[in-house]
């Protein structure tokens, strides 16, 4: 069986639209996120900044 070596995943924030490198993805609990504010669920209800992409959690 051949593996699959996945570079890019869709941020784990529901509302966010990026997609980042999995290296510079930020990980909470076994989950790819593209920033902290998505990662800590936008406590601040800021959004990630990213262009195109409007997510405040």
């Known amino acids: ?4 070596n996945v570079e890019m995943v869709k ?5 966010c639209v ?5 290296a510079k993805a930020v990980s909470r ?3 790819a996120f593209c920033c ?3 990662a800590e669920g936008h406590p ?3 959004g ?3 262009a195109g992409c409007t ?3």
């Open 29 to 31: 609990d076994g989950k």
């Open 18 to 22: 990026c997609v980042v490198p999995v």
């Open 44 to 46: 601040h209800q800021a």
């Open 36 to 38: 902290d504010e998505c």
């Open 11 to 15: 941020c784990a924030c529901e509302d």
């Open 48 to 50: 990630c900044d990213h």
């Open 1 to 4: 069986m051949a593996s699959v």
């Open 55 to 57: 997510c405040h959690g």
